[in-house]
């Protein structure tokens, strides 16, 4: 049997019963089924990564002769969209983050010298900064020997017994080298190690940051040494060029800044990843198993959850507290009152979610937001609104924006308005958004009734989400032309109306003039957050028959 001859002893034995390793030509698919009986799981559990489809598809037949389940992994088993995976990024780079996540925290960043070489990172948050792909040390070797007609074929084994030369005898591959292998292999060295270190420097600026609020995830670690994990099959070689002097393999090139970082070598990181996950699963459905029994009071405790909107500062995870449990029949209601002042009433299950999602994020972390001076000389935040005069007053958020025609409108005193310094951008729309482990169940503020016609159920709660006006935006924009709107600046009210819709470059936006005079471009999110301003206060609106 194919399959038995690929395997260690201690998996091989597993499968197939220690009797089977005396008999390994003649293993057949009824040891694997006997076997398989004896075991409390029948099923092996065979979780895969993969980058070659051709390999997937042989490796799945292989396993599909023995009782398995056969796993394939994709991105989001490791990180979402939302922890900053780019669409298409390999889940195999992927894996070997959260195997150096596992074990040193967050910034990681791991170099996979295989076939292609890359780099991959996190930053301090927790979040995918990107990296890099190219040929490795062999297919540059190789790339050389098969377009050239003059240069040799260098094998992976000479280049390690050469690596394992240097590193025994004390002397460096020189710069400029006397045979044509070594120059080969020095150049190939150079170019790895220059190119390392730099990416090394930029990670470090980018992942590390002076700011005490960014930290990991809760229950994550911070990877303060700022270790650096190599990985691959040539993981060990660029260990050795990664260190401060390649580690005796090229000459030391002259002495920059010191870096103060640690490399470490990892040759099964991308096992390790996978091990983290399935511990993650497995710890969750034993919380969720605990959370069931405990039948313990939850009021009081502090929950998150992922909206498929933003608050103000750009946030789509909302925190707030259990404030009362309300019992339907045989079944508990919670009730959740948001920071933001809404509520709703949630079943155990999601219950159990929020807290996990708060534990993952805990409470949000402040951001400073930029100020400038009023008219009036109070501080205001963000972008300017014109004033009568073309002076700036100053916005709750963002940078003002252009005006779309070319000729600047003037006021009552014939003075020009000063046009914005851009258009808003339109803010990312994360719909159904989840924790990378623990699925957040989309809000409902309908109860089922559990006991019959009879229970009186609680009264739903105002939705938390704002899919009308979002969706209307999105659908019919023009819609909102003529609308009233509502804005606070600095606790005063001011209201306003929409003009016109303009999309005739990216992005849209809607000219709102006040009824003072001042005049703003607005996004689709300061629309909407406008409209809920009216909706609220509204009735001090002077000019609402306008």
């Known amino acids: ?22 008999t390994s030509n003649n293993v057949t698919e009824e040891m694997a089924q006997d076997q398989s009986q004896k075991r409390a799981v029948e099923k092996l559990s065979v979780y895969v990564v993969y980058t070659n489809a051709d390999q997937l598809t042989k490796l799945e037949k292989l396993c599909a002769s023995i009782p398995s389940n056969f796993v394939v992994l994709d991105g989001d088993d490791f ?55 190219g040929p490795g040390i062999q297919s540059k070797l190789q790339s050389m020997s098969k377009d050239t007609d003059a240069l040799p074929n260098i094998s992976a084994a000479e280049v390690k017994e050469r690596v394992k030369e240097t590193e025994n005898s004390g002397k460096p591959l020189p710069t400029f080298a006397r045979t044509t292998k070594e120059a080969m292999m020095v150049d190939v060295f150079q170019e790895f190690a220059g190119k390392g270190k730099n990416v090394i420097e930029r990670w470090i600026e980018h992942a590390y940051t002076n700011d005490d609020k960014k930290q990991p995830p809760m229950g994550t670690k911070y990877n303060e040494d ?20 390649h580690g005796g393999v090229i000459e030391a090139q002259p002495a920059g800044h010191n870096l103060n970082y640690q490399v470490r070598p990892n040759k099964h990181l991308i096992h390790y990843g996978i091990s983290a996950i399935l511990n993650m699963q497995v710890l969750a459905r034993r919380n969720k198993a605990k959370f069931d029994k405990s039948g313990e009071s939850h009021v009081g405790k502090r929950v998150a ?18 404030t009362e449990e309300i019992v339907v ?15 709703e009433d949630v079943t155990a299950e999601s219950l ?53 025609e070319g000729k600047p409108k003037e006021n009552a005193d014939s003075k020009p308005k000063e046009n914005a310094d851009s258009k808003p951008t339109e803010p990312k729309s994360k719909a159904n ?17 559990a006991a019959g016609e009879n229970d009186k159920l609680p009264t739903a709660k105002k939705p938390k989400t704002k899919d009308d006006i979002k969706d209307m935006v999105q659908s019919d924009p023009n819609s909102f032309v003529n609308k009233r709107v509502a804005k606070d600046f600095d606790g005063e009210c001011f209201f306003g109306k929409v003009t016109k819709y303009d999309d005739t470059e990216p992005p849209p936006f809607w000219h709102v003039v006040y009824d003072d005079g001042d005049e703003e471009d607005f996004s689709s999110r300061d629309l909407i957050k406008s409209l809920k301003h009216y909706k609220k206060h509204g009735k001090d609106d002077k000019n609402a028959s306008d």
């Open 352 to 404: 159990f979610d929020m807290l996990e999602l708060y534990k993952q994020h805990g409470e949000k972390k402040k951001k400073k937001s930029p100020e400038a001076k009023s008219k009036n000389g109070k501080k205001k935040v963000g972008r300017p609104k014109k004033n009568a005069e073309g002076k700036p007053k100053e916005k709750a958020e963002g940078k003002p924006k252009e005006k779309a």
């Open 79 to 133: 990180f979402n969209e939302e922890q900053g995976r780019y669409n298409g990024m390999g889940v195999d780079r992927l894996a070997t983050l959260t195997g150096a996540v596992y074990f040193y925290g967050h910034p990681a960043l791991v170099f996979d010298g295989g076939t292609a070489t890359t780099y991959s990172a996190t930053n301090c948050e927790g979040k995918v900064l990107g990296g890099g792909i």
């Open 433 to 449: 958004i989840e924790a990378p482990k623990f699925p957040i169940k989309s809000a409902s503020k309908k109860h089922a009734n």
């Open 226 to 245: 700022r270790i650096v994990t190599c990985t691959g099959g040539d993981g060990d070689i660029f260990c050795e060029l990664l260190q401060p002097c």
């Open 305 to 322: 959850k992922v909206f498929d909107v933003e608050s103000d500062d750009g946030d789509n995870i909302f925190r707030g507290s259990v």
């Open 1 to 22: 049997m194919i399959l038995s001859r690929m395997l260690p002893e201690s998996i091989h034995d597993y499968i197939f019963g220690a009797a089977a390793s005396d």
């Open 329 to 343: 029949g045989e079944k508990t209601l919670y009730r959740i009152t948001y920071d933001d002042g809404d509520d």
